[in-house]
Nanobody, 114 residues
Framework: QVQFVESGGDLVQPGGSLRLSCAASGFAFSGFVMRWYRQASGHEREVVATIATNGTGTYADSVKGRFTISRDNAKNTVYLQMNNLKPEDTAVYYC????????WGQGTQVTVSS
């Protein structure tokens, strides 16, 4: 069964950093593109970052230069390093392999506030 379990969210001050983790299971992780999404209250879910099977990352303009996506295929885990956090980064963050678009984890809450 395909599963995604996100962790690492927290309350952080503007300018701070967090590292999110997502443990995936139920499929051959190394062979699939992985993606981080976020959904702020009252807004639609949006793509934050995508990592290809070769490790190449692409980013939404709003996070470019501040966030870094990475993967550890030995641990079936994808990460999102978030630096210089801003209040507008506040959201629930989800990871997913787009191929399995019907499967979602519970997400992890990131709150950026002073």
């Amino acid at each position: 069964q395909v599963q995604f379990v996100e962790s690492g969210g927290d309350l952080v001050q503007p300018g701070g950093s967090l590292r999110l983790s997502c443990a995936a299971s139920g499929f051959a992780f190394s062979g699939f593109v992985m993606r981080w999404y976020r959904q702020a209250s009252g807004h639609e879910r949006e793509v934050v970052a995508t990592i290809a099977t070769n490790g190449t990352g692409t980013y939404a303009d709003s996070v470019k230069g501040r966030f870094t996506i990475s993967r550890d295929n030995a641990k079936n885990t994808v990460y999102l390093q978030m630096n210089n956090l801003k209040p507008e980064d506040t959201a629930v963050y989800y990871c997913q392999a787009p191929f399995f678009d019907k499967h979602w984890g519970q997400g992890t809450q990131v709150t950026v506030s002073s």
